[in-house]
């Protein structure tokens, strides 16, 4: 159990153009949903927190005008990057919460790779 | 800004030998998880540990909490070439409890030469 699917798993797109990534959780209700970006041979850095319902908590330096979430169901989160430039390629990586288990433990997709051209 | 820092950052040993890879911060966690990621895939879930001083075994990995939970160590025995790849120590910030926000270790590469 506790599957989370990404899609695409590669994007490439050219500058200017905007790309979203869907992020579900496939056998579990998600009240919470994250998104990190990680750069090759880097660690993960978180993006922003996703609550269902509500708007999405950006961390520091992260724009919100160009990384639009929208968690509009227990199941689904997206992330669309607008405008994308060569330096928004990365690989982005979503997570998820089992809100009804009632753990910290976060449920990890396989990732999207996005290379602007 | 809780801050996680591996060590090392590069491990490339041959199968067989033993190793330890270590994940330090100044800032005391709630719980602290250990992730292994493949190139191209997204981190795995190897364990969480959440008490001070927890050890925990998986097989031929030994994950120890430190004592006052700002620390973390994971010992593999007996490398296997399957054990190759990226591993992730992250924490859960006490004053982000609630909110289980992880932050994530500088990674260790991991590299078991057959």
């Known amino acids: 159990g506790a599957v989370v699917s990404q899609h695409p798993s590669r994007v490439i797109c050219k500058s200017g153009t905007s790309v979203k990534i869907e992020c579900r959780s496939l056998d579990f209700q998600a009240t919470t949903m994250f998104w990190y970006r990680q750069f090759p041979k880097k660690s993960l850095m978180l993006m922003a927190t996703s609550n269902e319902g509500s708007k999405a908590t950006y961390e520091q330096g992260v724009e919100k005008d160009k990384f639009l979430i929208n968690h509009a169901s227990l199941t689904l989160s997206t992330l669309t990057v607008t405008s994308a430039h060569p330096e928004d390629s990365s690989f982005y990586i979503c997570?998820?919460?089992?809100?009804?288990?009632?753990?910290?433990?976060?449920?990890f997709g396989p990732g999207t790779r996005l290379t602007v051209l | 800004t809780q801050l996680l820092e591996q060590s090392p950052q590069f491990l490339s040993i041959q199968e067989g030998e033993n190793l330890t890879v270590y994940c330090n911060s100044s800032s005391v966690f709630s719980s602290l998880q250990w992730y292994r990621q493949e190139p191209g895939e997204g981190p795995v879930l190897l364990v969480t540990?959440?008490?001070?001083?927890e050890v925990k075994k998986l097989k031929r990995l030994t994950f120890q909490f430190g004592d006052a939970r700002k620390d973390s160590s994971l010992h593999i025995t007996a490398a296997q070439t399957g054990d190759t790849g990226l591993y992730l120590c992250?924490?859960?910030?006490?004053?982000?409890?609630?909110?289980?926000?992880?932050?994530f270790g500088t990674g260790t590469r991991l590299t078991i030469i057959p």
């Open positions: 997570s998820a919460r089992d809100g009804l288990r009632g753990t910290d433990t976060q449920y």
């Open positions: 540990v959440v008490t001070g001083g």
């Open positions: 992250a924490g859960a910030g006490v004053w982000d409890f609630g909110n289980e926000k992880l932050t």
